[in-house]
């Protein structure tokens, strides 16, 4: 099932399904536990992030050749940081460049995105997936000055920043994502693709990330789990780096799911 979060004609949020013949059909009742699809016709204003998250986990150098083109050694464990629920920015509206905490290295990186549907603690690999509500793309929009030179050593600063977390534009629940490490992922900047892998380069696949982040902590329903970025990151492209500037466009697509595009602008 492909479901959207939307507003209305009223401004009020809802959930739908997505239908083969391009309609989408009103969702009723808790997208986490038990809900109906109606035929009640949505009417689709605008688009949502497909969830409003409890939590954003992020993984970094979870790709093999995005390690290797930044110089870097292969974690031995996931590396974890966090992005805060301020960052969530919905389809189509704009990634916003900091201008107050200044950066001039705002990076893209495309990602997949596994939304939590039921809470879990210290699940096995084996298991983790019956744990997904469903899989999106992400842009784990990324300050690099702020993550490298002015973060104080970590890089949650460079992360943290309002409209850094783009989602959308639709969930594909697992029924239509049985194996999320067999998807191919690209990022356009402008109508160019600067990035273009596969979910099967991950060093840690989805299992393994969900199983690791669950040790002995429990992931809420809604958590947002942003699962590393392939190579062809703007910091790593020769031979200068390229970062993002107003005007520009991105979009991030994931095969099965879908095209997140968002414009960028300044703060």
Same mark, same amino acid.
């Given at each position: ?7 209305? #004609?009223? @401004?009020?949020?809802?959930? #739908? =399904?997505?239908?083969?013949? @391009?309609?989408?059909?009103? /969702?009723? %009742?808790? /997208?986490?536990?038990?809900? +109906? ?18 939590? /954003? ?13 930044? %110089?870097? *050694?292969?974690?031995?464990?996931? /590396?974890?940081?966090? *992005? ?33 549907? *039921? ?8 298991? #983790? ?21 002015? @973060? ?5 600063? &460079? ?8 989602? &959308? ?6 029924? &239509? ?15 160019? $693709? ?19 982040? =669950?040790?002995? $902590? +429990?992931?809420?329903? !809604? $958590?947002?789990?942003?699962? !590393? $970025? ?16 107003? @005007? ?7 095969? *099965? ?11």
């Amino acid at each position: 099932m492909n479901i959207i979060r939307y507003l209305d #004609a009223n @401004g009020h949020c809802h959930y #739908a =399904s997505e239908q083969a013949d @391009g309609q989408s059909l009103r /969702i009723e %009742g808790d /997208i986490y536990g038990d809900f +109906t699809v109606t035929n009640e016709h949505a009417d689709v204003v605008q688009i949502l992030a497909p969830i409003q998250p409890t939590q /954003i986990l992020c993984i970094g150098l979870n790709y093999r050749l995005h390690a290797e083109e930044t %110089g870097a *050694k292969l974690p031995e464990r996931p /590396i974890l940081f966090v *992005k805060g629920i301020n960052a969530l920015q919905h389809p189509g509206q704009p990634i916003l460049l900091p201008r107050h905490l200044r950066s001039d290295e705002v990076d893209y990186e495309c990602e997949l995105a596994v939304v939590i549907g *039921k809470a879990c603690k210290n699940v096995s690999p084996e298991h #983790a997936l019956e744990y997904v509500l469903g899989y999106t793309c992400a842009n784990d929009v990324s300050a690099r000055d702020h993550q490298i030179k002015l @973060g104080g050593g970590q890089w949650c600063r &460079g992360k943290f920043f309002d409209t850094f977390a783009p989602l &959308g534009p639709r969930l594909v629940t697992p029924a &239509g994502i049985p194996n999320p490490n067999a998807l191919r992922i690209r990022t356009e900047l402008n109508g160019e $693709t600067v990035q273009d892998s596969n979910t099967n380069d991950m060093a840690f696949d989805v299992p393994a990330l969900i199983s690791y982040l =669950s040790g002995s $902590t +429990t992931l809420l329903p !809604g $958590t947002v789990i942003l699962t !590393g $970025t392939p190579s062809g990151v703007g910091i790593a492209r020769k031979p200068e780096p390229r970062w993002l500037k107003p @005007g520009d466009v991105v979009t991030i697509e994931i095969e *099965k799911i879908g095209r997140l595009t968002n414009p960028v602008a300044e703060e």
